[in-house]
């Protein structure tokens, strides 16, 4: 669908066609709070854990409240608690830079044959 079409379908929609599309919106927001709401009482339950297991998963019990109180309360705390343990996981593994190959020396191409012979033997 084109953005025109859909801005004219937005602005000017058929008397059904606007009593569906509220209906629609009305039923994609009951169930955002719904999600939100079954995902805060998942979130709870894994305050209840134990701080190795919260380190597992990886978070600590500090960055875990802090999450939760920055979510209002029909917020998803699911989201910025997986936010923070992705910046997390960024910053304590960095991705390894790419080496350059090592020139073969005469001795290394020796014992690669050799290592080849044995495999293949």
């Not at 008397?15 to 009305?26: I, L």
């Not at 960055?63 to 309360?73: K, T, V």
Request: charged letters at 30%.
């Amino acid at each position: 669908m084109r953005t025109t079409r859909q801005i004219t379908e937005h602005f000017f929609p058929s008397r059904e066609g606007a009593v569906t599309a509220a209906f629609r919106a009305m039923v994609k927001k009951v169930t955002s709070v719904y999600m939100a709401i079954t995902n805060r009482i998942a979130a709870q339950r894994l305050g209840e854990l134990d701080d190795y297991l919260l380190d597992d998963l990886g978070l600590t019990r500090a960055e875990f409240n802090s999450g939760l109180a920055r979510c209002g309360l029909l917020d998803d705390p699911s989201v910025e608690l997986a936010r923070t343990v992705r910046a997390k996981a960024r910053t304590q593994m960095p991705v390894p830079k790419r080496q350059r190959p090592r020139l073969a020396y005469v001795n290394d191409r020796i014992q690669v044959e050799r290592l080849e012979a044995l495999s293949q033997g």
